[in-house]
């Protein structure tokens, strides 16, 4: 079972790369963020035309999620049930027999002193509840998308200008950790534990993929007895070197699973 993430950065923009990329690589689930469409303008037709299912949930210019599948979920729930807010458009739930899927895009932060970036350090907290709620450690689980957090120094370019980033911060990392303890495992560093692997390169600075100056921040986080049947992990970098490129590229992860 192949599962994978990719913020598009506006599927209407990156959608003949998602249509691409799904055709060449033939995933099970495709976990998209930031879809920045609200529902009655996603592109679903173009989807489904190629033969995929797709849920979604978005808003004009911002936020969205997606999750692309092969075969149709058997359950899929948008958003938070705590009573807070729900933020339907960062988060999707989804199960595929054994396998659930919960897709996030968490907010980013802004600023270690913007009021944002203490509601990102909140959703986290959250999602760590939700989890406890709705699932079990026992359970086949992936928690996967642009999770906004670079947990070591490892997994950013430069890792001593970066401390004071909203994703690289001391705290943020630990209210990652948080959820982590949960009972959940990297699963691209099961198979990659070296430095120099990333998922994101900011359009910002000019030749960053070129010289391999990024982020790892697109991850996808399993239980133990999902982990255990991943058979491999990758970034797919060939996506970001295109024209006109989202500024993440697709991460996957192929598992074992009957």
């Given at each position: 079972m192949i599962i994978a993430t990719f913020n598009a950065n506006s599927i209407r923009s990156r959608l003949d790369a998602?249509?691409?990329?799904?055709?060449?690589?033939?995933?099970?689930?495709?976990?998209?963020?930031?879809?920045?469409?609200?529902?009655?303008?996603?592109?679903?037709?173009?989807?489904?035309?190629?033969?995929?299912?797709?849920?979604?949930?978005?808003e004009k210019s911002y936020n969205g999620v997606a999750i692309i599948s092969r075969q149709a979920p058997d359950e899929v729930s948008f958003g938070f049930d705590d009573g807070g807010p729900a933020d339907e458009t960062r988060l999707v739930r989804a199960r595929f027999g054994a396998v659930s899927v919960v897709n996030t895009y968490v907010p980013q932060g802004r600023d270690i002193e913007h009021e944002m970036y203490r509601y990102k350090i909140e959703w986290l907290a959250r999602l760590r509840k939700l989890f406890e709620r709705h699932y079990a450690p026992a359970d086949k689980l992936l928690w996967t998308g642009d999770l906004n957090v670079a947990p070591f120094d490892i997994d950013v370019y430069k890792p001593e200008?970066?401390?004071?980033?909203?994703?690289?911060?001391?705290?943020?990392?630990?209210?990652?950790?948080?959820?982590?303890?949960?009972?959940?495992?990297?699963?691209?560093?099961?198979?990659?534990?070296?430095?120099?692997?990333?998922?994101?390169?900011?359009?910002?600075?000019?030749?960053?993929?070129?010289?391999?100056?990024?982020?790892?921040?697109?991850?996808?986080?399993?239980?133990?007895?999902?982990?255990?049947?991943?058979?491999?992990?990758?970034?797919?970098?060939?996506?970001?070197?295109a024209p006109k490129p989202s500024d993440h590229t697709f991460v996957w992860a192929d598992f074992a699973t009957e």
């Open positions: 998602v249509l691409q990329w799904l055709d060449q690589r033939q995933p099970d689930v495709l976990c998209i963020q930031e879809t920045k469409v609200q529902d009655a303008d996603f592109p679903v037709e173009a989807i489904t035309a190629a033969g995929w299912q797709v849920a979604f949930r978005g200008t970066k401390q004071k980033h909203v994703c690289c911060h001391a705290d943020i990392r630990k209210a990652f950790a948080d959820v982590m303890d949960w009972g959940l495992s990297d699963v691209y560093r099961k198979h990659h534990p070296g430095p120099g692997h990333y998922s994101f390169y900011d359009y910002r600075q000019p030749s960053s993929l070129e010289r391999n100056q990024g982020w790892r921040i697109d991850h996808l986080m399993a239980t133990a007895p999902l982990a255990q049947l991943s058979r491999a992990a990758q970034i797919d970098l060939e996506p970001r070197q």
